[in-house]
């Protein structure tokens, strides 16, 4: 890989498994928190939310809903990244207003989150337009190219997609600082969701072990699948 701090960072980030106890200060957390908010996200709306476990009670109980794995115990900070279906209003609205603060509303900017988003996103009552929707669009695609109008499965999906991307991005800023972490999605989802408790269009998407490994943190040599099954041309 070319040398620069990019790489390095992307090269030298591994899944840590045992953390020292020393603390992570709060402007390398922050940081690193800035730089997973630039994350892309599906029509931007940035469906995510870090929660930082600070309270020792909730903390313990996290730790158990991660079933007692080792990173989520000996980690100094523990976050627990939610992925929302329930902020696409006030996400949509925000963004109408700071592009009405910037310049006066673009005809394609003003059909897009005015009429496209509510129609992705607006699946009924216990999602029950969501099968509607989806079998409409797949006969649709039968005639000509047509967007997923989207259950709502398939906005989970998309909420998942751009909350993980967030994560990427988290631990790959963490590294460059010369900090470590632990993606986890080894948890109690049950639990989890009750412990933080979160709204019924929320979901843990997973728990984010941070601090700096330990000389047993990481658990051998990568193991890396061959290139042409991660990679083809068509
Ligand atoms: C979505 C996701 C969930 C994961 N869940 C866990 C987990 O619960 N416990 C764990 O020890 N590692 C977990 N991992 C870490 C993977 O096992 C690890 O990324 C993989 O083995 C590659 O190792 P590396 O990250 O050191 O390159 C998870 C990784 C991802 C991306």
Redesign the pocket.
Known sequence: MPESPFYAAVES?????DFLPDPVPQEVLDRALDAARLAPSSSNLQPWEFVIIRDPAIRRSAEAA??D???AKTAPVLIALVTHRDTWRRNRDEILRTFEGRRPLRPSQASYYKRIIPLIYTTGPFGILGPFKRAFSRVASLFKPTPNLMSREDIRIMAHKST?LA??TFMLALRAEGYDS??????DPWRAKALLDLPRGAEL???LAVGQRSDKG??GD??LLPRDWAVREL
């Open positions: 980030r591994r899944t840590v498994r991660c079933l794995q080792g990173p993980a994560a990427a632990c993606p986890m999605e080894g948890f998407n997973m728990f990481v658990w990568r193991v």
